[in-house]
């Protein structure tokens, strides 16, 4: 009788911060807000073929290596290299953890061999110095994207990250890769489907923040984002509406999961082709037809390369620019519900109980609805 009485009464609290958060937190619509553009035209980037990746286990290996193995494929080689973290931040490969030695972040993590790099050292002098300074920059966020927007202040981190790169070549293009959260139950995808497509205009609104201070300074480059969570939330969706593509057969959603997901949130050699695929193709607008060398079964490997070509396509096509006006005061209410009601389902409960992950949902709806 306590637990359910305590239960209501958490439920009441968060009806009523909801309430209040809502009078106060309301996003507004700036009226000159920049307009970015989404990706750059493919026709311009057949050059740039010397790629820095800046990320964690998402972007880890096996998916430079499928990028590489798919641009080999398509006749435009590429040269790349890394500063990997394992489950950081961009302020944690950038300003750094320890606060007394601001900007160390740039010198912690590894390269593809396990070796110690220093990123600063490498984009101003690369280690192949044969394929010329670094024209594409690729880098990724912690994928909790309220609590890092919140905890790691993603907007002056990943502003940072370009100043940088930047400085090291003017000409550089910049790609910001949008992780995903957890699969909060692999036998039902249709809560993870949906957080990941409320998230997505989340993720656009950051990295135009970063691009409207950029574009304020009167320079010239921005961000360019390549919509990684949108499309794996797309493809799973495809895959659990027609279980029967070429290469797959699924009796129901866990299958189907588990062909892509390798745990809850790490990918399978699968889940990875399709990754590298739809990345090559944001960056370059093709990939390898038919019969082309891949690391997975053919079968399987042309069907995620027509999926991720129809799906950057149509991406291309309805989504030519974006911009930071439906999140101008913050990412507004609706979102924050859906985030921390996902969080509280997938993470918290488990960690916690019911009751105190319900507190903790009501303390964290208020926070970021106050603080973001």
Not at 155 to 178: E, I, S
Not at 195 to 209: D, F, L, S
Not at 237 to 247: E, S
Not at 336 to 353: F, K, M, Q, S
Request: glycine content about 6%.
């Amino acid at each position: 009788m306590m637990s359910r009485a305590f239960a209501l009464s958490a439920a009441a609290v968060l009806a009523g911060s909801i309430l209040f958060a809502f009078a106060a937190g309301a996003p507004q619509t700036g009226k000159d807000t920049p307009v970015h553009l989404s990706l750059p035209d493919p026709a311009g980037m057949e050059a740039r073929r010397h790629i820095f990746i800046s990320g964690h286990s998402l972007t880890d290996r096996p998916v430079p290596y499928f990028l590489s193995e798919i641009a080999d494929a398509s006749g435009l080689p590429i040269v790349w290299n890394r500063q990997h973290i394992g489950g950081s931040s961009i302020r944690s490969r950038s300003f750094g953890d320890d606060a007394a030695r601001p900007w160390s972040g740039f010198s912690a993590g590894t390269d593809p061999e396990g070796r110690p790099i220093d990123v600063l050292a490498e984009l101003r002098a690369p280690e192949v110095p044969e394929a010329g300074p670094y024209d594409i920059l690729l880098i990724t966020e912690q994928h909790r994207l309220l609590d890092t927007l919140l905890w790691q202040d993603t907007v002056t981190h990943l502003g940072a990250y370009q100043d940088r790169f930047v400085a090291a070549n003017p000409q550089g293009q910049t790609f910001f890769f949008t992780p995903w959260l957890d699969v909060s139950d692999k036998s039902d995808l249709a809560d993870w489907i949906a957080y990941e497509r409320a998230a997505w205009p989340v993720w656009q609104c950051t990295v135009a923040r970063v691009n409207d201070r950029i574009a304020a300074e009167g320079r010239p480059d921005r961000i360019f984002m390549i919509p990684v969570s949108l499309a794996l939330a797309d493809l799973m969706a495809h895959l659990r509406d027609d279980p029967a593509l070429p290469g797959f057969a699924f009796a129901d959603d866990r299958q189907a999961a588990d062909a892509i997901f390798s745990d809850d949130v790490h990918l399978t050699p699968v889940g990875n082709y399709f990754v590298a695929a739809l990345t090559f193709h944001a960056i370059y607008g093709r990939l390898p037809g038919p019969g082309a060398p891949s690391p997975i079964p053919a079968g399987q490997a042309e069907t995620l390369r027509q999926f991720a070509a129809a799906f950057m396509d149509r991406y291309r096509e309805t989504t030519p620019t974006f911009d930071s006006a439906a999140c101008a005061s913050g990412p507004g209410l609706p979102f924050i519900l859906h985030y921390t009601g996902y969080v509280e389902r997938t993470y918290t409960r488990a960690e916690r109980g019911y009751l105190r992950s319900r507190i903790q949902q009501v303390r964290d709806t208020l926070r970021f609805a106050f603080r973001l």
